[in-house]
Structures are given as structure tokens and as C-alpha cells.
């Protein structure tokens, strides 16, 4: 019930952005460069939604919040969503579909292949968010795919630290929030790690040990 509420409110909360924006858009509130506005506004919610993503792990585990991890696919599959709103911004309202343009502009910008290839990786990672894409993969199978988020979020924030011609306060930011969020992920595989080489060999090794 508490999760069933939770999800609702997440995911009407996750569509403010974009409601924001049609708002804007309609009362011609995106400024002079509306193309501009919006290819930052859905930038800035990809990249805070992979960040928010990637917090729900260490979260659960430090608050013991177990349920958490109950919304994380929602989550991911909205920075998914916003990262196609700013990709199809870029090809359509901006470029026109005109590859040549775009081939010009990626020669002459090429943070723009950087932020491709996060959203790219972002892909498979909506694609096999299923419950029946974890049975089909196994765990173990699925969990190693989804790490590709790991690097999505650093070619996110690389992306942004190119981009940004002056002011790097809001990238510097991000990538601060991600390097925690990472270096968090570090500590919990080493300590993991030194556990399991406290453990005697032969109790590691259950069932040859059991059988022998
Ligand atoms: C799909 C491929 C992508 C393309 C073609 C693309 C292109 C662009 C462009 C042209 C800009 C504006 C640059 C400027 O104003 O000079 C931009 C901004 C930005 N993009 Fe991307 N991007 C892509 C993917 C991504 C992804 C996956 C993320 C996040 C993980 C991301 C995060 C951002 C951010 C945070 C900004 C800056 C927003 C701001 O200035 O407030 N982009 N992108």
C-alpha cells in the first residue's frame, strides 16, 4: 500500500518537468532560444535521474529502507524518458533530421558522441528492465549488464563538464554527487571482498566440503 503510494507520487513528480515545460511552451515562456531551454531542461532531468537512480542502493542499504529498491526501476526508466526528450530535441527541433548538419556539429562539438553514447547505453539498460528480462538473464547476468549505468553517469557528467563554457559550478556539483555514489559502491565490493577472504578456505568452498 505505502509502495503503491510512493509510486504514484513518484511518478506524477517525475512528469513535473515535462508538464513544466508544455506550460512554458504554451504561455511562450522558453525564452528567446526555446530550443535552447528545452534541450537543457531535459539534460539537466536525464542526468539528475541517473544520479537519483544510482542513490537508491547506498539509501536503502544506510536507512534499512528495503522497500526503496521497489521504485528504482521507475526512476531509471524516467531518466530513460527524459534522456529520448533531449535526444529527439537535438535531432529534430534542432537539427531537422539532417544528418549532414549533425555530422558538421558533432566534428565540430564532440561532447555531442559523449552524450550519445550515454544515452545509448541507457538502451539496453530500459530494455531488459522487466522482471522476465532478470529471469531470463539470472541475476547475476542482469546485475553485470546494469552496471553499464555506472559509466552512463560519468559520460553524462563528462558531457556536461564539456559542454559548459564558463560556469562550472553545476557540473563540478554532479560530478561530486557521482563520485560519492561510486566511490560508496567501491568500499561496499572491498569490504565485501576482505569478508570473504577472512572466511577459512575450506568453508568457502561449501559444497566440496560438505561432500568431502
Ligand atoms: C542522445 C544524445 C545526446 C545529445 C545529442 C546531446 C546533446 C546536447 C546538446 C546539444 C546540449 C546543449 C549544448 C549547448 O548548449 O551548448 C546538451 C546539454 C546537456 N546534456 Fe546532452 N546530449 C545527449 C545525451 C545526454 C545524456 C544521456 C545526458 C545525461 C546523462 C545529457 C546531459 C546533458 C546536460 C546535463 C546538458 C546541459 C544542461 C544545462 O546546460 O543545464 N545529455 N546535450
Not at 81 to 105: N, P, Q, R, S
Not at 109 to 121: E, K, Q
Amino acid at each position: 500500500m505505502k509502495l503503491r503510494f510512493t509510486k504514484t507520487a513518484i511518478f506524477l513528480a517525475a512528469l513535473i518537468p515535462l508538464e513544466r515545460l508544455a506550460w512554458k511552451a504554451l504561455h511562450s515562456g522558453l525564452g528567446a532560444n526555446p530550443i535552447e531551454f528545452i534541450t537543457h531542461s531535459t539534460g539537466d532531468w536525464t542526468l539528475i535521474l541517473v544520479l537519483t537512480t544510482l542513490s537508491i542502493t547506498p539509501l536503502r542499504r544506510i536507512t534499512r529502507q528495503y522497500w526503496l529498491i521497489g521504485i528504482r526501476r521507475m526512476i531509471g526508466l524516467f531518466a530513460f524518458f527524459y534522456g529520448c526528450l533531449h535526444f529527439t530535441t537535438y535531432i529534430w527541433l534542432d537539427k531537422f533530421f539532417d544528418v549532414h548538419e549533425m555530422a558538421k556539429d558533432i566534428a565540430k562539438r564532440p561532447f555531442i558522441t559523449v552524450g550519445f553514447s550515454a544515452f545509448v547505453l541507457m538502451i539496453p539498460l530500459a530494455l531488459t528492465s522487466t522482471a522476465w528480462s532478470i529471469r531470463r538473464l539470472g541475476g547475476k547476468n542482469w546485475q553485470r549488464l546494469h552496471r553499464l549505468i555506472y559509466l552512463t553517469g560519468i559520460l553524462g557528467v563528462v558531457h556536461y563538464t564539456w559542454l559548459v563554457k564558463a560556469d562550472l559550478h553545476k557540473p563540478i556539483e554532479d560530478g561530486v554527487v557521482l563520485s560519492i555514489l561510486l566511490l560508496y559502491r567501491v568500499g561496499v565490493w572491498v569490504s565485501e571482498k576482505r569478508k570473504q577472504s577472512s572466511i577459512p578456505a575450506p568453508a568457502r568452498s561449501g559444497v566440496e566440503v560438505t561432500k568431502a
